[in-house]
Every structure is written in structure tokens, then in C-alpha cells.
């Protein structure tokens, strides 16, 4: 007796898509966080982070050089006016250069947190999603798109900050204590940012799960609503 095998793009309560309609709930900007797709989203965050890095590492590193060039030489200040300006010269030489060294590394690892908290959050968005369809049986049509959608919302990002922020503390040996406060501060920072995030993808058009979830159990909306009007 032949066994059936299910098309993984046809659903059994809904209608097929189409193979453009496949691609494009893969990949359709609309779905993703802040509409901006993850191949995408992320260069753009590294952008970011390594610019403010930078920005952050050119203020510090010359601070820190200028102060550490006059403790070096406070026991021989010159005397001369032509001593004062070579002064002068070579504090503004250790200024410049430790600045713009400072600033590569605070690039380098801001970019690298950063990154890891963006591909962490859209690894759990994913992941979660896909815990909901085996969960749920859903194997393609419009629920599975509405689905997708709807898992991006602040919980993946606060599990990221915490994830990102433990990462951290053990990179950093920190103790326990230090630790604890800074996962903490990790899920803060990241609960304010998903937060941030669902109001621009609702503001968007964009469906978040428990906004959806409030407005089918408050305001008397339907399921079979939410997919209809998805397609």
C-alpha cells in the first residue's frame, strides 16, 4: 500500500502557495523586525556598532594617552619655549595614536557583541517559530506564514540580551555577583529594545503574537480572521 507524502507547502485547513508565495514568506521584508530582512539587518548592526565603537574608543584612547604621556614625563617638564612646543608635539602624537588604536579595538568588540545579541535574537525568533509549528501541525499555507510572523517579538529579544549578557560576564571571568547584575541589566536592555521594536512593527503593519493574542481573547477577533486577512 502506497504511503502519502504531504507537499511541505500545502497546508490541510488552508489554501497552497504558489512558488512565489513560498518565497516570499521566507523572505518577505514585511515579516522581519523593524522590516528589515536578517541578511540585512545584521551588516547594518555591525555598521552601527563599529561607528560608535569607534567614536567611543577615539574619546577614551586619547584621553587615556594624554594622561598617561603626562605622568610619564612630569619629572621633566622643559624649561624653553622651543622644549614647550616639542611638548606639546609628541602629547598630540600620543593623543592621536592612541585614540585611533583605542578605537579599532572598541570596534572590534562592540561590533562583536552586537552581532552576536542580533544573530542570538533572530536564532530564537526562528527557533521558536518552528517549536510552534511542530506544536501545532501546521506544515505551510497562509497559518504558517502568520506563525513566522508572529514569533518576532520582545520575548526572543530579552532571552538574547540575557544570553548575550551571560556571554559576557563568562568571557570577562566575572564573579558571580557581577554576573547576576549583568544578566540582569542584559534582560533589561533587552526587554526596552524588543518593546521598542513590536510598537515599530505594529505601527508598521507588522503582526506580534501577543498582540494578536490580546486582540482575539479581548476585543473578540478570530484565528481564522487573522489568517484571512493575511492572505
Do not use: C
Not at 555591525?46 to 603626562?70: E, M, T, W
Not at 621633566?76 to 606639546?88: A, E, S, V
Not at 535574537?121 to 506544515?139: N, P
Amino acid at each position: 500500500m502506497a504511503t502519502s507524502i504531504t507537499d511541505p507547502l500545502v497546508s490541510s485547513s488552508g489554501p497552497p502557495f504558489t512558488p512565489r508565495e513560498a518565497y516570499l514568506a521566507l523572505h518577505n521584508p514585511a515579516h522581519d523586525r523593524l522590516s528589515i530582512p536578517f541578511p540585512l539587518r545584521l551588516p547594518l548592526a555591525l555598521i552601527l556598532a563599529a561607528v560608535s565603537g569607534s567614536v567611543l574608543g577615539l574619546s577614551q584612547g586619547g584621553l587615556v594617552a594624554g594622561l598617561r604621556f603626562r605622568a610619564e614625563n612630569a619629572h621633566r617638564q622643559p624649561n624653553t619655549q622651543t622644549g614647550w612646543y616639542l611638548y606639546h608635539k609628541s602629547k598630540n602624537y600620543h593623543v592621536a595614536l592612541g585614540g585611533v588604536l583605542e578605537a579599532f579595538k572598541m570596534a572590534g568588540k562592540l561590533g562583536l557583541w552586537v552581532g552576536m545579541f542580533v544573530t542570538m535574537e533572530e536564532g530564537l525568533d526562528r527557533g521558536r517559530a518552528g517549536l510552534v509549528r511542530v506544536w501545532r501541525g501546521v506544515r505551510g499555507g497562509k497559518e504558517e506564514d502568520v506563525l513566522v510572523e508572529s514569533s518576532r517579538d520582545f520575548v526572543s529579544t530579552a532571552l538574547a540580551g540575557l544570553g548575550t549578557a551571560g556571554a559576557f560576564s563568562t568571557w570577562n571571568r566575572f564573579p558571580v555577583a557581577t554576573a547576576v547584575r549583568t544578566a540582569r541589566m542584559g534582560a533589561k536592555v533587552g526587554f526596552g529594545f524588543g518593546i521598542a521594536e513590536d510598537v515599530v512593527s505594529v505601527l508598521r503593519g507588522r503582526r506580534v503574537g501577543y498582540v494578536e493574542f490580546v486582540k482575539r481573547h479581548l476585543l473578540g477577533g478570530s484565528e481564522s480572521k487573522l489568517v484571512a486577512s493575511a492572505g
